[in-house]
């Protein structure tokens, strides 16, 4: 009886599939959200040398979380980043920085900064992209992506763990409504 009753929900599509294991929304104590609790964030950690940025773009459309020791990436988030001149095709950022401890240098599921590749699948499982990127391709971006809606209707979310010489360097959490002018 039981059985039957699983099979009519999933035939009828009233069961929902929820999101997959790997996925989080927190990183280093900020949230992957956009709404009066949760704004722009631009952080740097001088102990640790990292950046935290929360960056809303399109009214809340695009909404990113990253961590990261890239002096380029958070000058093109338009935060200025102290002693830092960026290459003169790149915007210099103008958003001041929060100088502060970041509460920790993880993820919500316990990733961490410094991480192998292998102890980031064990707690995630094995991403859905791998790709080299860098402009030597010196780096491996393992990237998880789920949406949550099939068609124009639902968010894309995606998670990216960049590799350097074996360890991890670099979170970044993107969420992404997929219903935005000019997107397709």
Not at 21 to 27: N, T
Not at 43 to 59: M, P, Q, S, W
Not at 121 to 139: I, M, N, Y
Not at 141 to 153: A, L, N, S, V
Request: charged share 25%; proline share 6%.
């Amino acid at each position: 009886m039981f059985a039957s009753v699983v099979l009519l929900l999933v035939a009828s599509g009233s069961a929902k599939a929820g999101p997959p294991a790997w996925f989080d929304r927190m990183l280093a104590g900020y949230e992957l959200q956009y709404d009066q609790k949760h704004g722009q964030a631009g952080v740097y950690d001088a102990k640790t040398g990292y950046f935290l940025i929360r960056d809303i773009e399109c009214d809340g459309g695009i909404v990113s979380v990253f961590l990261t020791r890239d002096r380029h990436m958070v000058s093109n988030a338009s935060y200025k980043v102290p002693n830092f001149t960026p290459n003169p095709d790149e915007g210099a950022g103008s958003q001041p920085l929060t100088n502060k401890p970041l509460s920790s240098l993880s993820t919500g599921k316990g990733v961490t900064i410094g991480f192998s590749r292998a102890q980031m699948e064990a707690k995630l499982g094995k991403p859905t992209q791998v790709k080299h990127s860098g402009p030597r391709k010196q780096f491996v971006d393992c990237i998880y992506r789920w949406q949550d809606k099939p068609g124009e209707e639902g968010i894309t979310y995606e998670e990216t763990y960049t590799f350097k010489e074996g360890k991890l360097i670099q979170i970044e959490f993107l969420k992404t409504a997929n219903d935005l002018p000019g997107k397709g």
